[in-house]
């Protein structure tokens, strides 16, 4: 049953790297008029926030403006944010006991204020994009050029572009992060173009004005991956979303396991979350391809959890011979010449060449390296059992409640 699952895994990565190998994305002039705000929600945002704003208002391409939205900081967020010009930079203040009840409400208080704010005066919703970044991200000089021609399309919702770890040499758990998130942008999300897919992330997601407001008063959610939510809302609301792989937003990687593995517990619980929405794919009118690779991305988590645990009695079961005579384990391990030692490969390194080739073709590192650290990727990823099982756990106290992820200082560039 293991095998069977890990066969079916591998059949249905191939099945997406082929997929993202074909075409090349073609760039296309902005449509006329075409108005950019960039959307940062902040809770105690000084370390960054500063240099951030400093990157995006150097950007090229179409017009744009930014909303930062101070979720009740602490720190000296505001201030920082007061620095700069207001008519091209403009604070929305949050206060508690309204403020701080999670980044899908800091954006709906966003969505509301933008009806009213001068940046958007005499604009049409259908012609205005909302960015969604993080206080952290820094977005390629080239990115809104890029992302502004799949507006072109009226359907098109929303664009993600990918994302980066730009701290990636800070240490092996930075590095193995950068890999997780190229892996996952250039295989899955360019896969996904084609089959009609596309999932949003939390940071560089353009969404277009009309088709938030075409949710509700409130199109984000309470859930702890408001970024998956929304992604598959806009799809079941009949609207496109796209991904576009010539640019990317770089943000600061987790240094530390322990606030990789809260973090992770955040996203798996959020993950979880979704999975109300599957009944609603089901039943909607998607494209079959497109139905079923939303079914089967939001119930991968079951994945993560159990096929360990069903290969468990199998390894259980050769601890208990080689412990009770190692020359009898030997022999089930070379009586098939090596054949058994191969497929065990196979089975859990299986995937690392094809990671290290995307991860090599895109510059990131030389090819040996490349091999190595999609090696070292394989083991990484069973953190994801711990973070998983963590937010189970939660799932099952009830407790939803997360500290943010802690940033460091930087300068811009």
């Not at 990687?253 to 794919?281: D, K, M, N, Y």
């Not at 895109?362 to 998983?388: C, K, N, P």
Request: charged share 20%; with cysteine; net charge positive.
């Amino acid at each position: 049953m293991a095998n069977a699952a890990v066969i079916v895994s591998l059949v249905y990565l191939a099945f997406l790297f082929v997929n993202s190998r074909r075409g090349r994305a073609e760039l296309l002039p902005a449509p006329d008029g075409l108005f950019v705000v960039f959307v940062i929600p902040c809770l105690n945002e000084e370390a960054v926030i500063g240099a951030t704003l400093d990157s995006l208002l150097g950007l090229p391409g179409c017009d744009s403006a930014i909303l930062v939205v101070d979720d009740a900081s602490t720190d000296g967020t505001a201030n920082v944010v007061r620095g700069f010009d207001a008519r091209r930079v403009e604070l929305l203040q949050r206060r508690l006991p309204d403020a701080q009840r999670g980044k899908g409400a800091a954006l709906n208080a966003a969505c509301r204020h933008l009806a009213t704010s001068p940046l958007l005066a005499g604009r049409a919703p259908e012609d205005v994009v909302v960015a969604v970044f993080d206080a952290d991200g820094r977005i390629d000089r080239a990115a809104l050029t890029a992302v502004s021609g799949f507006f072109r399309d009226p359907r098109a919702g929303a664009v993600q572009i990918g994302v980066e770890m730009r701290n990636a040499d800070a240490n092996l758990l930075a590095r193995l992060q950068d890999m997780e998130f190229f892996v996952f942008t250039e295989i899955f999300q360019r896969a996904r173009q084609r089959i009609g897919s596309v999932g949003l992330g939390g940071n560089g997601q353009f969404v277009r004005l009309s088709a938030l407001r075409s949710l509700g008063d409130e199109p984000w959610t309470d859930c702890l991956t408001e970024d998956l939510d929304l992604g598959v809302r806009l799809l079941l609301a009949g609207w496109r979303n796209h991904y576009c792989p010539t640019a990317s937003v770089n943000q600061q990687a987790v240094t530390e396991v322990r606030r990789w593995l809260r973090q992770r517990s955040r996203w798996f619980q959020g993950h979880l979350q979704c999975w109300r929405l599957i009944p609603r794919i089901v039943r909607s009118p998607l494209p079959a391809r497109a139905a079923s690779d939303l079914v089967w991305y939001l119930t991968l988590p079951v994945a993560v959890l159990l096929i360990p645990l069903v290969g468990l009695p199998v390894f259980a079961a050769f601890v208990m011979v080689a412990i009770a005579s190692p020359r009898d384990a030997l022999q089930i391990v070379f009586a098939s010449h090596g054949m058994l030692l191969l497929l065990v490969y196979l089975f859990a390194f299986g995937p690392a060449y094809v990671y290290a080739y995307v991860y090599w073709l895109r510059g990131r590192a030389g090819l040996v390296r490349a091999i190595v650290l999609a090696h070292l990727f394989e083991l990484y990823s069973h953190l994801w059992l711990i973070a998983g099982w963590s937010a189970v756990i939660r799932v099952a106290r009830r407790r939803r409640g997360w500290d943010k992820t802690a940033r460091v200082a930087e300068t811009a560039g």
